[in-house]
Antibody, heavy 121, light 106 residues
């Protein structure tokens, strides 16, 4: 079955970077994209960006431009999301999701289990 | 960014009730609208894609309709396992989500 398994929880200090991984299985990795979505404690869902696993093209949310980088490793069917210059308001659960969009983000299904990133001094 | 206004923000209903949630886009998004269910402590799950298409395996009591700027999500007969928060999401432009509707059992 289609499954996305994310790396474990992280605790980081303000100003540091975090890199979350998302390993896909059960489908042809390069036939879809991967979107990343985050959810701050008790809050709603915020789309962060999309990467095509086919050609590496990316689209990022404007508010994260310059701080986020999304990459893929097709040899291991793994996507990565790196967020730099962390602030306390980056504390959230970070999700990856298979994205059905062809040239840009579309629908998200399924989702990974989520990775809690806590930013605290 | 396209803004998605979802209402109500919370809703209390009885088992068997018909439940309706609306989502309004700040501009025409055609049918590029999806609906998700998120249960506490879990990842969201896609229920409806392209405004009205039921995802495989999703019970038929869930449905969606609309196009342009106004969309509706309906549960025809509320079940106890439907307790969750529901989100709309547009992808006509860079994706944005509605603020969510928390659904509780009365």
């Amino acid at each position: 079955q289609v499954q996305l398994v994310q790396s474990g929880a992280e605790v980081k200090k303000p100003g540091a970077s975090v890199k979350v991984s998302c390993k896909a299985s059960g489908y042809t990795f390069t036939s879809y994209g991967i979107s990343w979505v985050r959810q701050a404690p008790g809050q709603g869902l915020e789309w962060m960006g999309w990467i095509s696993a086919y050609n590496g093209n990316t689209n990022y949310a404007q508010k994260l431009q310059g701080r986020v980088t999304m990459t893929t490793d097709t040899s291991t069917s793994t996507a990565y999301m790196e967020l730099r210059s962390l602030r306390s308001d980056d504390t959230a659960v970070y999700y990856c999701a298979r994205d059905g969009g062809i040239a840009a983000a579309g629908w998200f299904d399924p989702w990974g289990q989520g990775t809690l990133v806590t930013v605290s001094s | 960014d396209i803004q998605m206004t979802q209402s109500p923000s919370s809703l209390s209903a009885s088992v068997g009730d018909r439940v309706t949630i609306t989502c309004q886009a700040s501009q025409d998004i055609s049918n590029y609208l999806n609906w998700y269910q998120q249960k506490p402590g879990k990842a969201p799950k896609l229920l409806i894609y392209d405004a009205s298409n039921l995802e495989t395996g999703v019970p038929s009591r869930f449905s969606g309709s609309g196009s342009g700027t106004d969309f509706t999500f309906t549960i025809s007969s509320l079940q106890p396992e439907d307790i969750a928060t529901y989100y709309c999401q547009q992808y006509d432009n860079l994706p944005t989500f509605g603020q969510g509707t928390r659904l509780e059992i009365k």
